[in-house]
């Protein structure tokens, strides 16, 4: 279990970017022990490193101090953390700028009124009509 444990520690970048791929993870955000619990579990799958659900669980308890000591995640309560990882922060967005209106578009001068042009059609003959003989 020390190796696992290590393994985070060691790589707290790699699975922190993990996490942030799974859940919202940004700077100054709230982060959950299930959620971190999860991750890792998915993370230790990922790695095909097998991880029961209770060595999960506390592997998680002992990274999660490990991040507190490094004030990466400070306590809020018992179950949740706020992340403080600078590299997480949302990019900063700037307000649209207001648009001119736009003038309306000018209508276009017409004399008089104008017809669609329509090419006559010369009427048809009436077919004739065929008489048959009946014998």
């Keep these: 279990m020390n190796e696992k444990i290590k393994l985070l520690t060691e790589n707290r970048k790699e699975v922190l970017l993990f996490l942030k791929g799974r859940y919202l993870l940004f700077h100054l955000s709230n982060v959950f022990f299930r959620d971190l619990h999860y991750g890792v579990m998915a993370y230790f799958e990922m790695k095909r490193i097998k991880c029961t659900y209770i060595d999960a669980e506390l592997i998680t308890r002992n990274w999660i101090e490990s991040l507190e000591q490094a004030n990466i995640f400070k306590r809020i309560d018992g179950g949740s953390w706020m992340l403080n990882y600078p590299e997480f922060k949302k990019p900063a967005v700037k307000p649209a700028v207001a648009a001119k209106p736009v003038a309306p578009a000018a209508k276009p001068a017409i004399s008089g009124?104008?017809?669609?042009?329509?090419?006559?059609?010369p009427?048809?003959?009436?077919?004739?009509?065929?008489?048959?003989?009946?014998?």
């Design 113 to 121: 009124a104008v017809k669609p042009a329509v090419v006559p059609v």
């Design 123 to 135: 009427p048809v003959a009436p077919a004739a009509t065929v008489q048959t003989s009946k014998s």
